[in-house]
């Protein structure tokens, strides 16, 4: 079972495109956009889980862990230090606010629901990211040939009664947030491409590219539509992923290594970004530098230095970290090679 190229392309752009939003710079019509990154990675999670465990994955919830939790510890760390200096190594820090910091920390290192965000912003995304995978791994412990789809009846019964209950109870609540729905989208596209994937031709290749031109020049084009159209927008995810995938069945595979690099190195750009705009953030102003929300250029600048920080993590930490402990923690339990 081989790594879906142009799908681990598209992660680099989610990501990108959740850096450019981090940035604030508006496109044309004041529009503030992160051009659906990440309801874009949800349905890329919903597809991939189900890919993988539908082809013989083994140790499926620890090997998410593995892959999600050292880095975010990593990141999480990195952004108290970035914001607290060495102070971050005395206790005053950790038990100065109410909550204290290392209650919310706890919070965020573990993915307890919280109406605050975690204390990486960016972690709420991640505290979804686990809840689906719980789903998931206790729907494969029923059936690992219809856990995909058990996980789409758990998902959208939780979103029922919380609708029928009007939102009362906090953690059913929290969990029907409107961004779940795109893991169930990402089921139903990977039932629909191995389905008709095989089909694809020419003519389905062409028409998916237009799809995506569509897709992402729609944010460019905001002055040009109402906002009675923006609901609308909220199928590109679906849309973008599935066209993503039916190009290449239809024999277009993106195979240029910067390109692969982006995607494989999109979850640490995604998590480390925001404190890398912090720390740019004071330079700028002390420079008497636009921002990069009022500069092309200065947007270009943080979007790109926040790529090349996210890689270097990648390849400096995140991998490393990952090699050790899946030698560690899976090779001892699977001595026979398996399926990254």
């Known amino acids: 079972m081989g790594t879906i190229l142009n799908l681990q ?13 981090h940035t604030a710079y508006l496109l044309p019509g004041d529009f503030h956009t992160e051009f659906f990154g990440v309801p874009i990675f949800f349905v890329i999670s919903g597809f991939i889980m189900s890919y993988i465990t539908q082809n ?35 206790p005053k820090v950790w038990l100065a606010d109410d909550p204290p910091l290392y209650i919310d920390t706890m919070r965020s290192f573990f993915f307890l629901p919280c109406e605050k965000f975690p204390v990486l912003g960016v972690g709420w995304t991640l505290n979804f990211e686990m809840y689906f995978y719980l789903v998931f791994a206790g729907m494969l412990m029923i059936s690992r040939r219809w856990a995909p789809v058990l996980t789409i009846v758990f998902l959208i019964g939780v979103i029922y009664v919380d609708r029928f209950t009007g939102g009362q109870w906090f953690l059913i609540h929290y969990y029907s947030h409107e961004y779940i729905d795109f893991f169930v ?17 020419p003519i389905v290749v062409a028409l998916c590219l237009a799809v995506l031109v569509v897709c992402f020049a729609m944010h460019f084009a905001r002055p040009l539509w109402s906002d009675a159209i923006f609901p609308w927008l909220w199928v590109f ?23 692969l690099l982006l995607g ?14 912090e720390v740019l953030r004071p330079y700028i102003r002390d420079f008497g530098l636009p921002t990069p929300k009022d500069s092309f250029a200065m947007m270009f600048f943080g979007l790109t230095s926040a790529a090349l920080v996210g890689i270097a993590i990648h390849l400096w930490v995140e991998k490393p970290m990952l090699r050790k402990l899946r030698t560690r923690l899976l090779d001892r339990q699977n001595p026979m090679p398996i399926a990254s």
């Open 237 to 259: 995810p679906t849309v973008v992923v599935a066209s993503v995938l039916f190009i290449e069945s239809g024999g277009l595979v993106v195979t240029w290594r910067p390109l």
């Open 56 to 90: 013989g994955e083994h140790d499926f919830l620890l090997k998410r862990l593995i892959r999600i939790v050292p880095i975010y510890w990593f990141a999480t760390f990195l952004f108290l230090l970035t914001n607290n200096r060495l102070r971050i190594f005395g």
């Open 185 to 201: 989208r990402g089921i139903a596209v990977y039932y629909l491409w191995a389905w008709f994937g095989r089909f694809s031709s």
């Open 9 to 21: 392309v598209l992660r680099g752009f989610a990501a990108m495109g959740v850096v450019f939003y």
């Open 264 to 277: 494989d190195a999109s979850y640490s750009i995604y998590l480390t970004h925001t404190t890398w705009l």
